[in-house]
């Protein structure tokens, strides 16, 4: 990936923005009634804070609307719990269902998922792009050619570069010695950072605000150029007049048990409204706006992820570093699967720690030897998002049998993998295997582990499709030029326009997909193809 560090835009940080720019619900007095809006977006994670910003850059009045909280930078701590509280949709519960619960972990909060994520900058891989022309009638629309200044801009403005030397921790370094032991081509990760001091606290949210997360970024470049956002609002409906969107219907939200009831945010748009509220909120919320498409909620894919430790004689410390570091994309196409590191919290890590009582209690004595490699899964499997009768949204999705074979082959690999780089005692998390195996003989037990979901500890955060993009109203949502078939300025710029999942994290992807609607929306490109 070319690096581009040159004119970024001003930094601003989330203690300093402009007066008046701020309507917080969980404060604010009384209903909000405001049509001074060219714009309403939906959402403020990686596609809502970008096309916020693209579109208040050309000159367009903004509104950005989160159903979260703002927490800045220096509220950030090292409680995982008070991380899952106030910044986690539903305090990190949400699940998937199927064949097994999966955990469906999302940001909640300004900046969305890049708030805790490990701001890993992967272009488009362009055999998915290919696909995407091929399978799904994209024609011209969405290429490498057209994504490229894109991906230029945002590497320039938020400083993707590769892991330096004085960040990467032992972890990563461990694993990349590894790999190319083994003959698998691996590398550092790309991640839009400034100024990393390898504190292994992304999860928590950056202390040094060096993470570029939409919080410290975009969401602030937009409010510096007259966009005003309304955090703590949750955002009902979609107002459609004679087939056009004009406008939101929102609540105020709070994550306090006593908090006052909700009062009613409407605000006005005079050209359009980005949903940017994520492949699992924006197919409901299109739904609760009277959006009845066959596709509406269907097609929903994910990257299905397995972590497993491994306990070395030397020192590890994942609590120095690079949250994930370092990554191998040798076996994307052939096997669909990506082997990268994570270094978890001693609170998370806890959870894979086999053993009880004294066992338990020696073994995380050792926590600081304590090494965590993961393999994702570019599944094949689709699922569905509905609203429940909660309120919340439902999720439904099981992996092909396909997958479950790749998922167990990938698992393997790493067992292999950590023994060979020294490991005494791997961990793996299956149901069925020894909770520690201690030899690389005994990793042939993972390979005859019963390929059944309920076996494995997946979790999901790389999620797509539900809104899909194509020409055909009736096999999609929205068109390659993003805007829903059935509404005319009702566009949707996240990954849930995604044909299909890419393999790779997908935040770059979602930011630059983003860019590119807006510009073309702001330049006029986008025809309305419904009648006003």
Sequence with gaps: MARHLDNPPPRFTDDVVPEGAVVDGETHEGEVEDGSFDYVVVGSGAAGAVAAHAL?????????????????TREFGESVYGAFKRMFRDAGTQVIEGRSFVPLIQGRCVGGSTVM?????????????????????????????????????????????????DALGQNSRMFLDEARAHGLPAERMHRYEEGCRGSARCFTGCPNGAKQGMNVAHVPWALALGARLYCSCKVERVVVERGRA???VAWTTSTEPDARRPRRVRLHARRGVIVAA???????????????????????????????????????????????????????RSDKIKLETLAMPPELAAVRIPGVGRELMQRFGLFPRLGVWVMTVRAEAEGTVRPAWSGRDKVRWTPAPIDMDRARRGMALLARMMFEAGAR?????????????????QVRLIDEVAPDPRAFGFIA??????????????????????????VAGLYVVDSSVFPTNLGVNPQHSIMAM?????????????RSRVAA
């Design 56 to 72: 208040a850059e050309s000159g367009a009045s903004v509104a950005i609307v989160e159903e979260g909280p703002w927490v800045k």
């Design 514 to 526: 983003s860019r590119l609607a807006a510009t073309r929306i702001a330049a006029g490109e986008v």
């Design 425 to 441: 005692e791997v961990w793996p998390g299956l149901h069925g295997v020894p909770t520690a195996i201690h030899s690389i003989d």
């Design 117 to 165: 994520n490990s701001a890993i900058a992967h272009r488009t891989p362009e055999d998915v792009l290919d696909d995407w022309t091929a399978r799904f009638g994209l024609g011209g629309a969405i290429t490498a050619k057209a994504l490229e200044p894109h991906f230029d801009a945002l590497e320039r403005q938020l400083h993707a570069h590769a892991v330096f030397d």
């Design 278 to 332: 994520s492949t699992i909120q924006s197919p409901n919320l299109l739904r609760r706006s009277g959006l009845r498409a066959r596709s509406l909620g269907e097609h929903f894919q994910c990257h299905p992820g397995v972590g497993l430790a491994g306990m070395f004689d030397r020192p590890v410390d994942m609590g120095f570093g690079a949250t994930q570091g370092a990554e191998s994309l040798a076996l994307r």
């Design 246 to 248: 004009v406008g939101v």
């Design 461 to 486: 955060t790389h999620l797509f499709g539900a809104c899909r993009m194509g020409p055909d109203p009736r096999a999609s949502v929205v068109g390659p030029d993003f805007q829903a078939h059935e």
